[in-house]
């Protein structure tokens, strides 16, 4: 048996904690510089708040209601999460993390235990512990689980642990589930299923296994088995998967045309492809920067590029994947264009236990320190908040200010940022 872990309305939840005055009442979350709604609190959806809807729209959208808007407070939201797991992961017998608000508990051993108990115990123990509610989903495959989890969520009279352990349950909950919220279904396959006729997980599950196939591919019989009670998921596809690929892109605040603005982001994007890198034990090979223009300005000239170098000897440290990065940039860049948006790519990802040097290249003694100053500075970020040391490349001069320098956090507009309350000395929160 498998149990699925899910955090409702997550984000919300870690605002939530801090500001008991906001329970019962209609909060979202904000994108990168607080453009739209990214998540949203029951409250929020029951008034029809949609996923995506720009932040400016929802003052004339719902006048006579008050809805709190936050900026996303994403050091909030991992930290967080990162506990509520530890809990979990304290609780079961085996834990794997699929996300940042789900993971999956394998209950082997467990045999001769109440789980429906269980679950809801768990339920009561995180509650109790960082007051953010969650749903537990108990089922034989890991897709009945996240089915379940489902239920669990909408319907309060599961007391948010739902569990199907016979055929009879597992029945009922697919003719009630919808095909396009089934766990990898997207929505190009829901398409086609539903002008099959296929509407419910019950119809997908009900046909035959060939007809899958031939229809399909093995993705959609793998799916095919799991609702059918069959096992098939291996337990590394339900662990944080090892990227092959990592991008880290956002659209500033306003349009720039000076590069050396840009740069402050592209630094900034490097930096944290990097972090990503080292915490996954990866190296990347190659190192891509893209910039583009305002599409939605039709009144604007408009320009996209996309260059890469190839490093000679993959790595993970931050120093040279900006260096590259910058070199990239000066090769896309082209003045006379309003820039709207840029990102860093880093691909031709391998282990960091086994990397392939160049001899004209390495310099064993330089290698080493560099990944000094990496682990110092991953250090400093993780006791201190990230961002509290950084390249100098990541640094900005504000316009008028005269060689005074603001970190990067502020190059976003972030204008409904909760503070950092777990993460740095400084935000931690005062009772009076």
């Avoid at 997550?10 to 329970?23: A, G, K, P």
């Avoid at 708040?49 to 709190?68: A, E, M, S, W």
């Avoid at 590029?305 to 931050?318: I, K």
Wanted: charged fraction near 25%.
């Amino acid at each position: 048996m498998y149990a699925l872990v899910d955090v409702d309305n997550c984000y919300v939840s870690c605002e939530r904690v801090f500001r008991l005055d906001l329970i019962g009442k209609p909060v979202v979350v904000l994108s990168n510089n607080d453009g739209c709604v990214v998540a949203r609190s029951n409250e929020a959806k029951r008034l029809g708040v949609k996923d995506g809807t720009p932040f400016y729209q929802l003052r004339d959208l719902f006048p006579q209601h008050n809805i709190y808007a936050f900026s996303s407070n994403y050091e909030l939201y991992a930290d967080m999460t990162r506990r509520l797991m530890n809990i979990v992961r304290n609780a079961a017998p085996e834990f794997h993390r699929y996300s940042i608000d789900e993971g999956f508990c394998t209950l082997k051993g467990m045999e001769g235990i109440d789980l429906k108990a269980w679950g809801e115990n768990l339920y009561r123990t995180i509650k109790q512990g960082l007051g953010m509610p969650v749903s537990i989903g108990i089922a034989p495959t890991k897709t009945l689980a996240k089915v379940a989890s489902k239920f669990a969520k909408k319907f309060p009279a599961y007391n948010h642990c739902c569990i199907i352990d016979d055929d009879e349950k597992r029945e009922i909950a697919l003719r009630l589930f919808p095909i396009g919220d089934v766990w990898g279904i997207g929505r190009k396959w829901e398409r086609k299923l539903n002008t099959m006729g296929v509407m419910s997980a019950y119809d997908f599950a009900a046909h035959a296994q060939s007809w899958v196939r031939s229809s399909f591919n093995i993705v959609a019989e793998r799916t095919w088995k799991e609702l059918n009670g069959i096992d098939c998921i291996p337990v590394d596809d339900m662990d944080m998967v090892t990227k092959k690929s990592i991008i880290t892109s956002r659209s500033f605040p306003k349009n720039i045309t000076d590069i050396e603005q840009v740069k402050t982001h592209v630094a900034y994007y490097a930096a944290r492809c990097a972090a990503k890198l080292r915490r996954q034990h990866s190296v990347a090979e190659v190192v891509g920067v893209f910039v583009d223009t305002n599409h939605f300005r039709e009144d604007l000239p408009q320009y996209g590029m996309f260059r890469t170098l190839t490093l000679p000897t993959p790595t993970a440290s931050t120093i040279p994947i900006t260096q590259a990065a910058l070199q990239c940039l000066n090769k896309v860049f082209l003045v006379g264009y309003q820039y709207k948006k840029a990102g860093v790519m880093v691909m031709g990802i391998s282990p960091d236990s086994a990397v392939q040097t160049n001899f004209m290249d390495y310099d064993a003694e330089k290698y080493e320190k560099m990944k000094k100053i990496d682990e110092v500075m991953d250090h400093i970020n993780k006791v201190n908040g990230a961002e509290a040391i950084v390249l100098g490349a990541q640094q900005y001069t504000v316009q008028g200010g005269k060689g005074k320098a603001e970190g990067f956090a502020q190059a976003i507009k972030r204008e409904k940022k909760s503070p950092y309350y777990t993460t740095r000395w400084t935000d931690i929160i005062e009772v009076e």
